[in-house]
Structure formats: structure tokens, C-alpha cells
């Protein structure tokens, strides 16, 4: 069975950084796209950032230029790193999955931007 676990969230500084981390299990081979949504507290869950089995990474507006996305696939981990922090970053960030015509979620992990 796939499972997605998200790790790395907790409470920073604005400007400062986090790593998430997504570790994926059961996945089967072949092509695939990976991508981390949030959640703010009472808003909708939003897209920020997807990257595919080609290694080719896309970003929403809010992430370009301060967040990276890569997949190390020799370790099946998702990451998503976030520099520069805003207190608009305050959400919980959900890892997914889209392959073999199923998606998958991880059950998120809160990021917290606070001074």
C-alpha cells in the first residue's frame, strides 16, 4: 500500500528556513508526479510547488524564488525546502502523490512562521 509521511514542520522566525520531508513507501515503478500542497488555518488547500519523474519542477507564484522542490529517488523522499519564510507561510503542508491514476496523501505537518 502506498503511505506518504510528511516530517520537518514546527515553529520559526519569519525569514528564516525549514526542509519538509516526504517519505514514500509502496510506490510501484513507472512515470509519476509528486507535489506538496498547504492548508492555512480556515483556508483552502492550495497548491506550492510539483515536480514529475523527469525531474522537472513547477512552482505557484507564492514559492517561486524561495522554495526548492527535488525527489531523491534513490531514498523514495520528497522535500521541499523553504528559505525566507513569511507568517503568510502558517499552514499545514500536505505531501501527494499522483500515479497509476490514484492520488495519495500523507496526513501533513504543520509549519508555523511567528515571531
Known amino acids: 500500500q502506498v503511505q506518504l509521511v510528511e516530517s520537518g514542520g514546527g515553529l520559526v522566525q519569519p525569514g528564516g528556513s525549514l526542509r519538509l520531508s516526504c517519505a514514500a513507501s509502496g510506490i510501484a515503478y513507472g512515470w509519476y508526479v509528486m507535489r506538496w500542497h498547504r492548508q492555512a488555518p480556515g483556508g483552502q488547500r492550495e497548491l506550492v510547488a510539483s515536480?514529475?519523474?523527469?525531474?522537472?519542477?513547477v512552482y505557484e507564484d507564492s514559492a517561486k524564488g524561495r522554495f526548492t522542490i527535488a525527489m531523491d529517488k534513490t531514498k523514495n523522499t520528497l522535500y521541499l525546502q523553504m528559505n525566507r519564510l513569511k507568517p503568510e507561510d502558517t499552514a499545514v503542508y500536505y505531501c501527494?502523490?499522483?500515479?497509476?491514476?490514484?492520488?495519495?496523501w500523507g496526513k501533513g505537518t504543520l509549519v508555523t512562521v511567528s515571531s
Open positions: 515536480i514529475s519523474s523527469d525531474d522537472s519542477p
Open positions: 501527494n502523490l499522483d500515479g497509476g491514476g490514484m492520488h495519495y
